[in-house]
Nanobody, 129 residues
Framework: QVELVESGGGLVQAGGSLRLSCAAS????????MGWFRQAPGKEREFVTA????????YYADSVKGRFTISGDNAKTTVYLQMNSLKPEDTAVYYC??????????????????????WGRGTQVTVSS
């Protein structure tokens, strides 16, 4: 059983920064791909970024490219999302997700919500203008 717990959300002014954390426990391995998604009120959950450790790779949504950075600790059991130059449109609940399939060496990172097997409960990020 894999458990993902997000933290680090909060209220920040436009232009500010936040760092989200996702702590993974259970049978999670370095071979898992880790992703961040977000869901704004009245909108569908959307892909933000993902990372795989084997044959290291990252992928970002165009809307956050150059502003957000995904990373992990040495044990690869905590994944971070550094968010800089935040905009009001970044306001959403941010979810951490894990996928055992797309973390394999020759696999391609996935962006679909139905392609990730494990999910956290989310953390709220609010950016004021």
């Amino acid at each position: 059983q894999v458990e993902l717990v997000e933290s680090g959300g909060g209220l920040v002014q436009a232009g500010g920064s936040l760092r989200l954390s996702c702590a993974a426990s259970g049978h999670i391995f370095v071979s898992y791909a880790m992703g961040w998604f977000r869901q704004a009120p009245g909108k569908e959950r959307e892909f933000v970024t993902a990372v795989k450790w084997r044959r290291y790779d990252t992928y970002y949504a165009d809307s956050v490219k150059g502003r957000f950075t995904i990373s992990g600790d040495n044990a690869k059991t905590t994944v971070y999302l550094q968010m800089n130059s935040l905009k009001p449109e970044d306001t959403a609940v941010y979810y951490c997700a894990a996928d055992p399939d797309s973390g394999r060496y020759y696999a391609t990172l996935k962006t679909g919500t139905n392609e990730y097997e494990y999910w956290g409960r989310g953390t709220q990020v609010t950016v004021s203008s």
